[in-house]
């Protein structure tokens, strides 16, 4: 069973995540919420609570723009991919094992670097 993640995006993202309706949204907004889907390798979203509602509420920050907005709480879970950590705790992600391990050997000093491959579950790749 794959992992599920708590996110807070804001409430007029909703009806494009759910439904891909741009009405109201810019082409800037609609490139901002692809990139933040493509990016953090969002598979599903799931807004509803335990009620079967949405919940809409006011909060300082989201996690996908910096500005305070309405939100909501939604469960994700994520397509499977690769990401290297490094000792800051900052991680890029990869769609593949071959892509992370050739982002890899580019990296001089391997030291406090750590591979994970995130599936139905997340595991550490030891890197050699």
Do not use: Q
């Not at 800037?28 to 990139?35: C, N, Q, S, T």
């Amino acid at each position: 069973m794959k992992e599920i993640y708590d996110v807070t995006v804001p409430a007029w993202s909703l009806n494009y995540f759910i439904n891909g309706v741009t009405d109201n949204l810019t082409d800037e907004e609609v490139e901002m919420l692809d990139e933040w889907w493509d990016g953090n390798f969002i598979e599903i979203i799931d807004p509803w609570n335990d009620e079967g509602e949405i919940e809409t509420y006011f909060s300082p920050r989201n996690d996908i723009t910096s500005l305070g907005d309405a939100v909501v709480d939604c469960k994700v879970i994520l397509r499977d991919h690769y990401y290297i950590e490094d000792f800051l705790g900052i991680d890029r992600k990869y769609r593949t094992k071959a892509e992370a391990l050739e982002a890899l050997s580019k990296i001089e000093n391997k030291e406090n670097l750590k591979l994970y491959f995130v599936g139905n579950e997340t595991k550490e790749i030891k890197i050699h």
